[in-house]
């Protein structure tokens, strides 16, 4: 019965994440990823500078500060960088392509999804195969 159930999620991730990926277009998803492992240097930097402060390394703290401002010049550039990009997929010829490299693009983050999801339920001691 949990293979069933684990088949089953995984499927249903496959389809959600192919259905978005396509009506996204690749360009989009790349953003969103770029966006997602952004946000979470930016936790873990955050969380990282409340222990240092928590220790007392004011040294830490002043890292990651810095970390966080650069983090936020990062993304502004790579906004700027993807707003033009993201102009283009507008274009019919360019358009199609967009949204099945986009197709493709969700299936692969599905791929580590599922991968993800597998790893941690065997970490938990769930074994599904």
Request: net charge positive.
């Amino acid at each position: 019965m949990t293979k069933f159930i684990f088949v089953l999620i995984i499927f249903l991730l496959f389809v959600w994440r192919i259905k978005k990926g396509f009506s996204n277009g690749i360009m989009r998803e790349i953003l969103n990823i770029l966006s997602a492992v952004i946000s979470l240097v930016c936790v873990a930097l955050v969380l990282f500078a409340v222990s240092s402060v928590m220790a007392g390394a004011m040294n830490t703290l002043t890292v990651c500060i810095i970390g966080l401002i650069l983090l936020g010049i990062v993304f502004k550039i790579c906004n700027l960088i993807f707003k033009p990009i993201l102009a283009l997929g507008n274009i019919s010829v360019i358009g199609i392509f967009n949204k099945l490299m986009g197709a493709a693009m969700g299936g692969a983050e599905a791929c580590a999804l599922a991968y993800l999801l597998y790893r941690a339920l065997d970490y938990m001691g769930i074994y599904v195969f």
